[in-house]
């Protein structure tokens, strides 16, 4: 069975800080990787997704990933957050579109 | 992007009623969708993947009799929670994409509160 470990359950950041939540895996096959964001009030979105290929991954509004298969990681970054990043963000491993979801990080961008 | 809405989005029941949830694919064909189950403060749960035209399949620990699921057309699968309990107020989640379950993204509905009284 796949499952997904997020390690930063709630992070607090001041603008314009780096950003990095971790996300591990374990699944025995090939993986799709997805990292998603809820916002306040509003359903999940895709912020980027790994298939294959390029195993840094970029996605919207800055967002990256990089996928490291012998880390079984795919970490998500930002170089710099806005207060409009103030969300939860989502890993998940998914397989034919039937996915497995980290906890969840709450992350709060103070202005 | 594709578009899955979900109707209604929240309700209230008494205990022992039944509610039925909508998911639809407003913009392509899902032969497959997915539901899940979002607790306050946790991760999605998956409860089961609908397939259009045949039975769902339930993740271990779904009770099928409970969570019944009807997928009877390529835009349209409903959930519904029979004899609900306060135990099951939780927000319900379904998710669908034009390219599944062979590959591709999943969209999500915006979910449905369901509070149980």
């Known amino acids: 069975a796949q499952s997904v470990s997020q390690h930063n359950h709630h992070v607090i950041l001041s603008e314009a800080a780096s950003l990095e939540l971790g996300c591990n895996y374990s699944y025995g096959g090939t993986v799709n990787l997805f990292w998603y964001v809820q916002y306040p009030g509003q359903h999940l979105q895709l912020l980027l997704k790994?298939?294959?290929?390029?195993?840094l991954v970029k996605g919207i509004k800055g967002f990256e990933a990089e996928f490291i298969k012998s880390k079984f990681s795919f970490n998500l970054r930002k170089p710099s957050v806005q207060w409009s990043d103030t969300a939860e963000y989502f890993c998940?491993?998914?397989?034919?579109?039937?996915?497995?979801f980290g906890d969840g990080t709450t992350l709060t961008v103070k202005p | 992007g594709a578009v899955v809405s979900q109707h209604p989005s929240w309700v209230i029941c008494k205990s022992g009623t039944s509610v039925k949830i909508e998911c639809r694919s407003l913009?392509?064909?899902?032969?497959?969708m997915f539901w899940y189950r979002q607790f306050p403060k946790q991760s999605l749960m998956l409860m089961a993947t609908s397939n259009e035209g045949s039975k769902a399949t339930y993740e271990q620990g779904v009770e099928k009799d409970k969570f019944l699921i009807n997928h009877a057309s390529l835009t349209l699968s409903t959930l519904t929670v029979t004899s609900a309990h306060p135990e099951d107020s939780s927000f319900y989640i379904c998710?669908?994409?034009?390219?599944?379950?062979?590959?591709?993204?999943?969209?999500f509905g915006p979910g449905t509160r369901l509070t149980v009284t």
């Open positions: 913009d392509f064909q899902a032969t497959t």
């Open positions: 998940a491993v998914g397989n034919a579109g039937k996915s497995t």
């Open positions: 998710s669908a994409g034009p390219g599944l379950p062979l590959g591709g993204e999943q969209y």
């Open positions: 790994y298939f294959s290929g390029d195993p």
